[in-house]
């Protein structure tokens, strides 16, 4: 049986061979209790071959694909609904119903998946690793190394810092006359000069990270634009949690004319299809949350932000002026603008006035624009992640 | 996996007897074996069939195949191929009341395999022999090969579904009975017409002279060759051409791929053929699902009611009959539709009601009182399983009755802005409209073929012929960098797409709040298509209107 890797291994052979690749990364979601499902992450392809279309453009708008029923009623009669977006209670169900073991246990199997899908990224992807791996703020562990020298006694004898140490000595002792010519034998040795290793207690510091994950899912945000985003940010928060060696804390927030956090990345990916949009409001959100839960200090925080490039704000205002209080303590803001592709060759809002607003020349190192088409495929999002991130 | 145990064998057999009492058709010899989940994740991707060729793809649904029975487990109570012997999989020796209705099932799924003439094609095959020289012969390019072997079926793959299946099996199926063309065919139907093109007078004129030879026993073909002495050559030549119906985009490629020509490419034939033979083995099934699982399920209950082995057991039979057989509130159960349908067809041939007599009845009490008495729909039956496919078997035998009797209705599904939610409503219980709804959900690849004038210099011109449906978009691109390797030259295709207006732009902006469109009321207009050609050159793909 083919493991994953040489499945990837194959898939990344392709490219060479002048062929698009074909794996990508899919999700199965287990629903478990308590809201606290299971991802289950998984290869899949598809084989394309020419076939219908299931679309019907004779199709009225805002009406679904029909099907088979039985049972009583006559024509024109409704036989049961289903909300389009998942109910509102459910959240406040959400903090209090469940037990805390239950709770983390769920938590656990997705960041387990996900730190596997960040280290296939970053070695079968190719995605770089953090370079900067930013200020180091907390005290992990100590470590036990040979680093510290000491004179006359210690475990390992350093054999070129003793040497130095005795050519200086003799230096001093003027018994070097020409240093082009050194005669060794004549070496004067002090039991002080030799140098050795000695054992010593080393603070190590491991750099942690916060992300705030921020994604439109207004009106506009239909289909495979959302699908794109997500799948996006699924990668991106799998790959720090592979940097970072899962010391990653992340939040969620969903936009549309208002900002709303929710709690776990289950619900920031489902949820769908609300009303206008207003960008700043995510980033005031992120503001305000980090302002009043004083983060800066104690992380280094990312911003990603997924769009299709709409705001109701088409100056962006607002929204440069949240951005730029954000730039006082963020390590990186990545917007990823999905277009539709009906949009065409124009510009999105969104982009036009961050474009102009010039914040991403004068601030080019914390924050990174990617534009792409909602058509996007895996190795374009992947690409995309490198360019958020560079 | 391994054999079923000696005692679930034994009730096997005791199954097919009775089965055979009914009227079932099949070999005496079966395979039933016992798998695990694990065997089953990893067979289902090949088909079930355990020797089919290794292949990447197989491998991802594998592992995906994992990770959704670690969310989803199921287990699936049978799987039946199509070989001879038929092999059937269990997932595990059943408790015997249970063992008797899934043999019965699979009796049904034997029986119709064995006797549905759409299955004509399969019935010379050891496809698990076949499959392993297969196998064998594709693991041997491997080791010379390499990866590219893995190229040549991915691509082989891409058309894989454009089997000439039809035609084949017309060949299969008139292949006994068809009659060798006579001097007298030839003349007439293709020399006179398509040769000389004579006028129809003329035309006229050698039937009449034909007729009076009849009558004088002269020889009606003396004139003939005195007046075209070519006739005999030609008529020899014509009869020499081996019958060979066009070939399908595969066969195509097989034959007249420039690329596939040359010497050390030649290999990739053997490829393209077993991943064109495997397809069309399994045309047939997919073609037949409703019917062959309605078949089953028929089978399944009628045998095990009657079953004496199992009495104390029926309340237990119930309550697995109906999780298999049900019909949903909203959705479609082939099993449940297939068995339904069996059921009504028996009953209206039972009272006699396939006749013109029933059909001029007017009135819905004489209609429901109507029974000739003549009791042949046990007859009727397996003349259906012989001679039908699912579009065959929904498109005749759907009707008013069986859309009232059993309550069903085309569902439709609409999205209510005020609630945010979408409702669920009867939209018809027109046994018109169901059934329409149904055949739209059947297997129905788009018909593509070599368009001959099109192919010169070096280009592969395929045709796509329109019924209203475009291809699918994204999928074009990939498929046709296939073809383009396989062909070893450019490959143009012809196909429809909608023209698409500043209109459907704000109609698809508009789909997310549906009252806006709603309020300007009028249906929305109806869709124009345009013909495009796509290009397909060193990897590069356009395309152009035409």
């Known amino acids: 049986m083919i493991t994953l890797d040489e499945l990837l291994e194959r898939d990344r052979r392709r490219e060479e061979d002048g062929f698009k690749r074909k794996i990508r990364i899919g999700k199965i979601v287990k629903p478990g209790s308590g809201g606290k499902e299971k991802i289950i992450i998984v290869p899949t392809t598809v084989e394309e071959k020419f076939v219908h279309d299931d679309i019907h453009p004779d199709q009225e708008p805002g009406e679904g694909e029909p099907t088979g029923g039985t049972g009583e009623g006559e024509e024109g009669d409704i036989i049961g609904e289903q909300p389009v977006r998942p109910e509102e209670g459910e959240e406040g169900e959400e903090g209090a119903g469940e037990g805390p073991g239950e709770g983390e246990g769920g938590d656990h199997e997705l960041e387990s998946n996900a730190y596997e899908l960040g280290k296939v990224l970053s070695e079968d992807f190719q995605l770089p690793n953090l370079q900067d791996k930013g200020k180091k703020r907390t005290l992990a562990r100590y470590v036990y190394d040979l680093t510290d020298k000491n004179k006359g006694v210690g475990q390992v004898l350093d054999k070129k810092s003793t040497l130095k140490q005795i050519v200086e000595t003799n230096i001093t002792l003027g018994n070097i006359p020409d240093v082009n010519d050194i005669d060794t034998t004549k070496f004067i040795i002090s039991p002080q000069d030799l140098i050795y290793r000695i054992l010593s207690r080393e603070k190590d510091y491991e750099s942690q990270a916060l992300i705030f994950f921020l994604r439109d899912y207004s009106g506009s945000m239909g289909g495979k634009v959302t699908q794109t985003v997500v799948s996006q940010h699924v990668m991106l928060y799998s790959w720090l949690l592979y940097q970072y060696d899962k010391q990653v804390e992340t939040r969620f927030i969903l936009h549309d004319t208002e900002a709303k956090e929710v709690p776990d990345f289950y619900k920031y990916y489902s949820y769908k299809v609300a009303g206008g949009t207003k960008v700043f409001t995510a980033f005031k959100m992120v503001n305000d949350i980090v302002e009043r839960e004083n983060l800066a200090r104690d992380y280094n925080i990312y911003v990603f932000h997924g769009t299709d490039g709409d705001d109701w704000d088409k100056e962006g205002k607002q929204t440069i002026e949240e951005i730029e209080k954000m730039f006082n303590y963020v390590a990186r803001i990545g917007i990823s603008i999905v277009e539709h592709s009906y949009v065409g060759s124009k510009q999105t809002e969104v982009e036009k006035y961050l474009k102009s607003s010039g914040v991403l020349n004068n601030h080019s190192n914390l924050i990174k624009l990617d534009v792409m088409n909602e058509d996007a495929d895996d190795s374009r999002i992947i690409q995309g992640i490198k360019k958020l991130i560079s | 996996m391994e054999l079923v145990s000696q005692h679930a064998k034994g009730i096997m057999e005791e199954c097919k007897l009775r089965a055979r009492d009914q009227g079932l058709k099949f070999d005496n010899e079966t395979l039933e074996y016992i798998v695990t989940n694990r065997d089953m994740i990893e067979l289902s991707p090949k088909i079930m069939i355990p020797t089919l060729y290794d292949y990447w793809v197989h491998d991802v649904k594998v592992l995906s195949g994992k990770g959704m029975y670690e969310a989803y487990p199921s287990n699936p109570y049978e799987t039946v191929i199509n070989t001879r012997p038929a092999i059937s999989f269990y997932n595990d020796n059943n408790p015997d009341w249970l063992n008797v209705m899934i043999f019965y099932h699979v009796l049904g799924h034997i029986d119709f395999f064995q006797n549905n003439l759409f299955y004509k094609n399969t019935w010379d095959i050891d496809l698990t022999g076949q499959a392993l020289s297969d196998k064998r012969l ?343 960098v296939g073809i383009e390797y396989l062909w070893g030259g450019p490959v143009y295709l012809e196909t429809s797409e909608p023209v698409i207006s500043n209109q459907t732009a704000t109609n698809y902006a508009n789909f997310w709040d549906p009252s806006s469109s709603r309020t300007k009321g009028g249906k929305p207009e109806p869709v124009k298509w345009k013909r495009m050609l796509y290009v397909m050159e060193n990897r590069k793909l356009h395309k152009r209107e035409l």
Not at chain 2, 159 to 166: A, K, R
Not at chain 2, 240 to 263: A, H, Q, T
């Open chain 2, 138 to 480: 594709i693991s041997q390019l491997r080791s010379e090969k390499g990866r590219w072997v893995d190229y040549a079926i991915e691509f082989s793959r891409g058309l894989d579904n454009l089997v000439g299946y039809q035609k084949e099996l017309n060949q299969h199926i008139t292949r006994d009975t068809r009659q060798p063309l006579t001097r007298m065919d030839y003349y007439f139907d293709i020399f006179l017409q398509k040769i000389k093109n004579v006028p129809l007078h003329e035309y006229l004129k050698e039937i009449t002279r034909y007729n009076a030879t009849i009558k004088t026993n002269e020889d009606f073909f003396d004139q003939v060759t005195g007046k075209y002495p070519e006739f005999e050559e030609l008529y020899k030549k014509e009869l020499s051409i081996k019958v060979k119906s066009d070939l399908d985009v595969m066969e195509y490629i097989i034959r007249f791929s420039p690329f596939l020509r040359e010497d050390e490419n030649n290999w990739i034939k053997s490829v393209i053929q077993i991943v064109r033979n495997t397809s069309s083995y399994f045309q047939p099934q997919i073609r037949t699902k409703i019917m062959n699982e309605g078949w089953a399920s028929y089978w399944h209950e009628y045998l095990f009611m009657r079953d004496d082995r199992i009495c104390g057991h029926e309340a237990d039979f119930a309550k697995v009959n109906a999780g298999v057989t049900s019909m949903p509130k909203v959705g479609l159960n082939p099993y449940a539709l297939g068995m339904r349908l069996v059921q009504h067809i028996k009953d209206m041939e039972d009272k006699g009601c396939y006749s013109l007599e029933y059909m001029f009845l007017k009135d819905e009490v004489g209609k429901k009182k109507y029974n000739t008495g003549q009791n042949s729909g046990d007859d009727f039956i397996l003349k259906v399983r012989e001679n039908y496919n699912d579009f065959t078997f929904i498109n005749r035998f759907i009707d008013q009755e069986f859309v009232t009797r059993h309550d069903l209705f085309v569902a439709g599904k609409r999205f209510n802005g005020a609630r945010m939610s979408w409702e669920y409503y009867i939209k018809s219980k027109k046994a018109e409209d169901y059934k329409q709804m149904v055949i739209d959900t059947l297997y129905h690849p788009p018909e593509i073929f070599i368009d001959k004038t099109g192919t010169k210099d070096g280009i592969l011109y395929l045709n796509h012929k329109f019924e209203n449906k475009p291809l699918k978009l994204d999928f074009i691109e990939n498929t046709m």
